[in-house]
């Protein structure tokens, strides 16, 4: 039966796709707009794996949905979130790989934070809201501003300005007392002097909900300013994009002996009275404000030549606010406390840790296009400067505690700068040759003490040149195939860094290397579109995930010298009939570190938990942390008349494990799921227009984790093994409603 469900989910997947395989469209690639986007995305001969969703899908999408959600359709997309709800926290994995080693771009500038190199969704709420196209490139990408990619990037351009006058307004509310609403308006083109145009654009979203489980509660809000200016050949554009978010902390998941009786327990803010009474901290949260400002300048000399220059800034500061129970006073670097004539070396705290940083970038790139030879080169240069500090607001236990104490600081700077250049030229009909080369310099500076008292002064620099080359063919109108081969370079991030100093080990970190060899294959006529790629990542000192995580939820790394992610994506869509398309993707793959030495910490007995030496478990091979071998998708949509909408999708994603063990225990199980989607649209006069929609998740009432971590101890005098695990419960069914305005 096991083999039949994966046989049909194969061939369903060679019948329907949820990706454009022709997405570019030449003639948006001469809009002044899309000449900042077009720098960073592949077209139409570039010889790279990508998709492409433009801005019906994205408006589309259940409310609710954050952008990873919105993408999970994608080939070899998993999609992910802590609560359990698509509001809040969600993650974005890409062919196994985790969001630090993708690049994300927002028109054309690197988002990705300093420290961290991921982008947190959560801080810029209902983004999809606010964007005319996304295009994923999975594996090492084309060269863009900034860092390079290592296993997928993400290219985002918000809302082109509107021609004429708009509003609109979107009121949705669902399940988990969940309620979202979203206004925008512009002014359209406002007809200057001399053929001057100007546009103002704005839009405004707020999300509440509850969650799914206990203390996933989300206060989301996010702003979108636009003004521009343009002529015939020039335009300036200003932007600026608010994200805050207060959300309740979850990223401690479920420990697997509770998630089978209570799915929806979280530990975060949970303590005891005098009298063993449970009790929960009702602030248990993390809070965030970002500002982002961009100005961009586009010029067009001819029509084959353009330059287009950016400056950018982001202003963000947030606070983790946690209850902390029965902990040791030094852990805070605070002395015992007397009261009352009682030594207390113990209390419940209420403690604070802050981030408070700033990113300041500006990139100048030139395109040539001549028919026969496309050119794009660019120069990029950005500075990041990050505090850190944790501050003791409150003890139970209190004789000489100032308020408000702060018990560490540090900061780290970050210099990135990068020149790219790369090339599509037409060596014979049908035949393109791609070219493409980024030089990269990285200084990262660490400084202070962290919230253990441990020293992090730390100076490291990284020189890394990534090439890359390949070829496409077109095979008459409807055909191509491509070959390219990659090398990409990544650093260590903070967090890497600083658990490398705490271990003793930070002459053995290592940057990571790696060669991305893509084939692929593309159909595509009036009714049928297939695509066939096979990718094979090969890495050198990759930094996989051991399993665990720090107090705030980052996960712990180490290098590994050999490891690969090898596969084969199908995607397909079929029409057979108007208004029926039958839709899907599969990838099949197999993600390996080679001859790989696991640690497993090791203390003297289970009463004392004195170290002594880890413990070490040589395998040959072993699959890679988190990494489902198999991953599909697949839906079928209806359109009986215009105006009216049935969807419906599924979701596969393999099993998958916690670690790099293999070991049964650390498995994350298979999953299925469906939804189903509806909408009717109305006509209001002559320009407006009502649609409502409908939409249920986890139709099938499922009951399953995404994924989780582990964290193993043993004990030299025989006692069993020590095992943690926390999982991330998803939500049973649950449903959303929208009611959509515009004018």
């Known amino acids: 039966m096991k083999k039949f469900f994966l046989f049909a989910l194969f061939f369903g997947a ?47 999408a259940p409310s609710t949905y954050s952008l990873p959600m919105t993408l999970n359709m994608l080939p070899s997309v998993v999609a992910t979130t802590e609560g359990g709800l698509s509001l809040g926290y969600s993650n974005l994995r890409v062919r196994g790989s985790d969001a630090s080693r993708t690049n994300v771009t927002l028109n054309g500038i690197a988002i990705n ?41 993400l290219n985002m351009q918000t809302k082109t300005a509107s021609s004429y006058p708009y509003a609109s307004a979107d009121f949705s509310a669902g399940s988990y007392n969940t309620f979202m609403q979203s206004i925008a308006a512009g002014t359209g083109a406002i007809d200057g002097d001399d053929g001057n145009w100007f546009n103002v654009d704005v839009a405004y979203n707020h999300a509440l909900t509850r969650g799914y489980i206990r203390n996933a509660k989300a206060n989301l809000n996010s702003l979108l300013l636009s003004a521009s200016w343009r002529n015939s050949r020039s335009s300036l554009k200003f932007i600026y994009m608010m994200g805050s978010q207060h959300t309740g902390i979850t990223w401690e998941g479920c420990p697997i002996d509770i998630y089978y009786t209570n799915r929806k327990y979280n530990v975060a803010g949970e303590y005891y009275d005098d009298e063993g009474n449970v009790h929960y901290y009702d602030n248990e949260t993390d809070n965030y404000r970002q500002h982002h400002f961009q100005l961009h300048y586009i010029h067009q000399f001819s029509p084959s030549l353009s330059i287009n220059s950016t400056l950018h800034f982001t202003k963000g500061d947030g606070y983790y606010e946690n209850y902390k129970y029965n902990v040791k006073f030094s852990k805070y670097g605070i002395d015992p406390q007397v009261i009352d004539g009682t030594t207390y070396k113990k209390t419940d705290v209420i403690i604070r840790q802050n981030m408070d940083n700033a990113y300041l970038a500006g990139t100048l790139n030139l395109k040539y296009n001549s028919g ?51 090339a599509e030229i037409s060596v014979a009909k049908g035949l393109t040759a791609f070219v493409d080369a980024q030089y990269r310099f990285i200084d990262f500076k660490l400084s202070g003490m962290d919230k253990d008292f441990v020293g ?13 080359a390949g070829l496409d063919y077109r095979i008459g109108r409807c055909q191509r195939v491509f070959f390219s081969v990659s090398f990409a370079n990544r650093e260590p991030s903070r967090s890497d860094i600083k658990e490398s100093i705490k271990a003793g080990k930070q002459d053995l970190l290592k940057s990571e290397r790696m060669i991305d060899y893509e084939f692929g294959y593309q159909l595509h006529n009036d009714r049928i579109e297939l695509g066939v790629n096979l990718y094979a990542m090969e890495y050198r000192n990759q930094l996989v995930s051991t399993g665990r995580l720090t107090e705030t939820g980052y996960v712990i790394q180490e290098n590994i010298p050999d490891s690969y992610r090898r596969g084969i994506e199908f995607s397909a869509r079929y029409m057979p009939v108007r208004g029926l398309m039958l839709f899907g993707t599969t990838t099949f793959s197999r993600n390996r570190l080679k ?3 696991l640690y497993v910490d090791a203390y003297d007995n289970a009463e004392d938990w004195n170290p002594v030496a880890q413990h070490q478990v040589f395998l040959k091979s072993s699959k890679l942390t988190l990494s489902p ?62 649609r409502i929609s409908f939409c249920v998740d986890n139709l099938l009432n499922s009951k399953y984790y995404s994924y989780g971590w582990i964290y193993r101890a043993v004990f030299e005098d025989g006692s069993p093994d020590y095992v943690e695990k926390g999982v991330y419960a998803q939500a049973r069914i649950h449903f959303i409603g929208k009611v959509s305005f515009s004018f």
């Open 113 to 153: 934070d300093g420290e961290s190199q991921e982008v947190i969704w959560a801080n810029i709420p209902s983004l999809p809201n606010f964007l005319q196209s996304v295009q994923l490139q999975r594996g090492a990408g084309t060269s863009v501003n900034g860092p390079g990619a290592f296993g997928a990037s």
């Open 456 to 468: 992090l002064d730390n100076k490291s620099d990284y020189n890394f040149f990534n090439p890359k």
């Open 629 to 690: 071998e198999i991953i599909a998708s697949g839906g079928l949509l209806v359109n009986p008349v215009k105006s009216t909408q049935f969807a419906i999708t599924t979701k596969y994603v393999g099993k998958q494990y916690m670690d790099n063990s293999s070991l049964e225990g650390a498995k994350v199980p298979s999953y299925f799921t469906m939804s189903l989607d509806a909408s009717k649209s109305f006509k209001i006069g002559e320009k407006g227009a009502l």
């Open 372 to 422: 026969a030879v496309d050119f794009v080169s660019g120069v990029n240069y950005s500075f990041y400067d990050g505090d850190h500090f944790g501050r003791v607001l409150w003890s139970k236990y209190n004789q000489n505690i100032d308020y408000n104490r702060r018990w560490y600081t540090n900061n780290g700077k970050k210099t990135d700068a990068s020149v790219f250049a790369k």
């Open 595 to 597: 001859n790989y030495t």
């Open 14 to 60: 060679l019948f329907g796709s949820a990706t454009d395989i022709c997405s570019q469209d030449t003639l948006s690639q001469r809009r002044l707009d899309s000449i900042i986007v077009s720098v960073s995305r592949a077209g139409i001969n570039t010889p790279m794996a990508n998709s492409t969703l433009g801005k019906k899908i994205l408006s589309d």
